[in-house]
């Protein structure tokens, strides 16, 4: 395991700062990172023709898992038209309070955002909001994302997240009682598309013990130029490095807001995986992972659900997103 976290340095104003790797970083100099993907036999259905290690080895080993033609084309084609409707749909009265994965974020004294977790709400691009509070591009092209109940309000995305093939993977992955706890449509559009910063995600979907995976399915190619992921292997071992959690402080205007600053996490300690459209990739909770902005013109679409296991473990009542009585975390194998 690496990835420790040391002492934060004055640069960063003494947040965490995190070791180095000794073994992986030549991969990431040469650009690329030698992942064995694992294909997912769409003739027969089913994850039991995968050759070499299971999931689940995988998983554990680099906390992350790229499953190559998860959805079929009709799939990809489906969930991008519906991400496109989506945007063409967005109403004019979506607040200019922009979304922003960098710290002191727009979104933390922002109810729109808070209140998000059973709603189909709209998030537009920092970059893509003058001072004057207007957009300066086209409305469809600002959108940074959609969030956070595309999973059960539409129908589209439902069909796919609870879909046998997911269950399957879940069941693989050793989940015993896993509920979908959000969901987003990230566009990372062209020249606006920014980058998602390094962060782990049990960060905001903290369950203790520690259960949550996210799936990720790029419906573009995801390449170094569009802005795929980039994943610090191994760090899914080095524990919880913040929390970003409801303040409920009636002093503060903060809503929500992060246990401790962004820890340093060193770049060489990062390898691109740039994975094909319709692969399934399988997001450890606590895997350090990024992306950067999209500087190509190439659009770089992206579903993405994350799952937790409720199966002995609890869901932290801290978490910015929660819970409702309009939508409780909907059950996977009962749905
Ligand atoms: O789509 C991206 O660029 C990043 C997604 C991500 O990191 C996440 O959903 O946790």
């Not at 607040?95 to 209140?115: A, I, M, W």
């Not at 959609?146 to 609870?162: C, D, N, Q, R």
């Amino acid at each position: 395991m690496y990835l420790l976290p040391r002492a934060g340095s004055a640069k960063d104003g003494g947040s965490t700062s995190v070791a180095p790797p000794t073994a992986q970083s030549t991969d990431s100099d040469r650009g690329s990172h030698s992942i064995e993907t694992l294909k997912f036999d769409l003739a027969q259905d089913t994850l039991d023709s995968m050759k070499g290690s299971s999931i689940l080895d995988q998983f554990q080993k680099d906390g992350f898992v790229v499953l190559e033609n998860f959805l079929t084309e009709d799939e990809v084609k489906e969930l991008r038209q519906a991400g496109e409707a989506l945007a063409t749909d967005m109403p004019d009265s979506v607040p200019k309070g922009q979304f922003s994965t960098v710290d002191n974020l727009p979104q933390n004294k922002d109810r729109y955002f808070l209140e998000s977790g059973d709603k189909i709400r709209y998030f537009l691009e920092t970059g893509a909001v003058g001072t004057d509070g207007k957009l300066t591009i086209e409305k469809r092209r600002a959108l940074n994302k959609v969030g956070h109940a595309l999973h059960w309000l539409h129908p589209k995305f439902k069909e796919i997240t609870f879909s046998n093939k997911i269950k399957e993977v879940c069941f693989k992955l050793g989940m015993e009682e896993p509920a979908i706890a959000q969901s987003m449509y990230i566009y990372k559009n062209p020249g606006v598309g920014s980058e998602v910063c390094a962060h782990q995600d049990a960060t905001f979907l903290y369950t203790e013990p520690m259960k949550l995976v996210g799936l990720w399915f790029p419906l573009d190619d995801a390449t170094l130029q569009n802005g795929c992921l980039k994943f610090a292997p191994g760090s899914h071992g080095s524990g919880v490095h913040r929390r970003y959690v409801r303040k409920n402080d009636p002093d503060s205007e903060e809503l929500v807001g992060y246990t401790s600053p962004a820890p340093m996490y060193p770049q060489s300690n990062f390898v691109p995986v740039p994975v094909a459209k319709g692969s399934c990739v399988l997001i450890h909770g606590q895997v350090v992972h990024q992306s950067d902005p999209n500087r190509s013109s190439e659009p770089r679409h992206a579903y993405t659900f994350h799952v937790i296991d409720k199966k002995n473990s609890v869901y932290s009542p801290e978490n910015w997103l929660q819970p409702t009585e309009e939508l409780p975390f909907p059950l996977l194998f009962d749905n």
